[in-house]
């Protein structure tokens, strides 16, 4: 194949050199007034003004008064084949659990030494298999967060006890 001079081709199909790189060229045109290469913010433009909207929050207000008829819309594609729409739908729909609720017997806790009965509780239980590790770990947690409480609250009371005295 021969390639067309320049004589033959169209006036818009030449291509004009640039008078200026890129990198020197501003758009005053331009409304996030951005330099075009770097990207960065021109001299005096702060970017975005205070108190307006980025692009999400017009989306989701935009699509907030149809928003039960496009939920139909996306279950009906899914469960038409469309995997996407199926692994949308049921993603935003049955969220994952993070945590399930967990049944140990524990005794009551009104005392410190309540708690390390229940702490050992929980460490047999996680032996045992009725627990996982992290399930175990978040109980004993939890217990040494109403020990340090049950202790607070007991030097407060010392302290009240003690200066009326």
Same mark, same amino acid.
């Given at each position: 194949?021969?390639?067309?001079?320049?004589?033959?081709?169209?006036?818009?199909?030449?291509?004009?050199?640039? $008078?200026?790189?890129?990198?020197?060229?501003?758009?005053?045109?331009?409304?996030?007034?951005?330099?075009?290469?770097?990207?960065?913010?021109?001299?005096?433009?702060?970017?975005?003004?205070?108190? $307006?909207?980025?692009?999400?929050?017009?989306?989701?207000?935009?699509?907030?008064?149809?928003?039960?008829?496009?939920?139909?819309?996306?279950?009906?594609?899914?469960? $038409?084949?469309?995997?996407?729409?199926?692994?949308?739908?049921?993603?935003?729909?049955?969220?994952?659990?993070?945590?399930?609720?967990?049944?140990?017997?524990?005794?009551?806790?009104?005392?410190?030494?309540?708690?390390?009965?229940?702490?050992?509780?929980?460490?047999?239980?996680?032996?045992?298999?009725?627990?996982?590790?992290?399930?175990?770990?978040?109980?004993?947690?939890?217990?040494?967060?109403?020990?340090?409480?049950?202790?607070?609250?007991?030097?407060?009371?010392?302290?009240?006890?003690? $200066?009326?005295?």
């Amino acid at each position: 194949m021969s390639t067309p001079d320049s004589a033959t081709m169209s006036p818009t199909a030449a291509v004009e050199p640039r $008078s200026a790189p890129v990198s020197a060229v501003v758009c005053s045109e331009n409304s996030i007034g951005r330099d075009i290469a770097t990207g960065r913010f021109t001299a005096g433009n702060r970017g975005r003004p205070r108190g $307006s909207r980025n692009k999400a929050t017009l989306l989701r207000d935009a699509l907030a008064g149809d928003s039960e008829r496009l939920l139909h819309q996306l279950v009906a594609s899914g469960t $038409s084949g469309d995997s996407l729409a199926l692994r949308i739908a049921v993603t935003r729909l049955l969220p994952a659990r993070r945590d399930l609720p967990v049944a140990v017997e524990l005794p009551g806790i009104v005392t410190v030494a309540d708690i390390a009965t229940a702490g050992a509780r929980t460490i047999a239980a996680v032996g045992a298999g009725e627990l996982t590790p992290t399930e175990g770990l978040k109980l004993v947690t939890m217990l040494d967060k109403m020990r340090r409480a049950l202790s607070s609250a007991a030097r407060v009371t010392s302290r009240a006890t003690s $200066s009326r005295g």
